[in-house]
């Protein structure tokens, strides 16, 4: 993922081509750093697992399911890129037959991500502060379930635009959200990032010697879904970020 982002970013200051707005390399480049700062997550996460379930059927399955379907993506991503063809919401018929099989393998990654946070607050590392475990578990299974949720939204309807014009021109970089009506890729972000922010938030509160560190995590992931949510209404409300 980090060998596709570089070459990503190496490749828009000679390629002139856009689709909606900006350079066709934007969106392999923003999909290929998320999933490489996933993948990085889920490496990092892994020692929170039982020994024993660490090689397991179980963890074998999600690393298999990770790299597949985040492989597939990225790659088909940028393929079309290659070719100056949108890969979301693609006219053409081999496009949109194939957007469809992303779909589901983009739901397969999230799944994927919830089933490892499952597994950690199921069969983790007793050696692991149980704080540390828990806030990787509500990290990884609400990023995949939350992710989900998003995802499904966006890839439902024409895209991800609400109420403001059906382009990222003018749009602040990296991201390149909507400027002029709601967004629904902002709860997405807010989603898929929660398996980083609560872990990091489960440190922080173990790092400080915070009081009651597994009432403040669990405000913390409240928060961090009301957060979400908040960001998916006001998008679906057609307000700009």
Known sequence: MAAILVLCL????????????????????????????????MAWAWTALGR???????????VAGTIVCGGFEVGWIALRAAVGLPSHFAMDALGAAVYGVMGLAAVLLCLCAAAFGALVAWRGDPTRHRVMRLGIA??????GLLGIFTGLAIGGGTGPYVGG???????????????????????????VHAMQALPLLAWGLLRAGAA??????????????????GAFALARAGVAL
Not at 22 to 35: C, Q, R, T
Request: aromatic share 14%; hydrophobic share 60%; charged share 15%.
């Open 165 to 191: 014009e059906a382009s990222d021109a003018g749009a602040w970089p990296p991201f390149f959200w909507s400027r002029s009506g709601g967004d629904l890729r902002v709860a997405h972000f807010l989603a």
């Open 138 to 143: 509500a990290g990884f299974v609400g990023a």
């Open 52 to 62: 024993a379930w660490r090689a397991g059927r179980a963890a074998r399955v999600i």
């Open 10 to 41: 190496v490749a828009m200051p000679f390629d002139a081509r856009e689709i909606r707005g900006v350079s066709v390399w934007v969106k392999p480049a923003k999909f290929a750093a998320s999933l490489a700062v996933w993948c990085w997550t």
């Open 212 to 229: 009651a560190p597994r009432a403040w995590l669990a405000a913390g992931a409240a928060g961090w879904v009301g957060l979400t949510l």
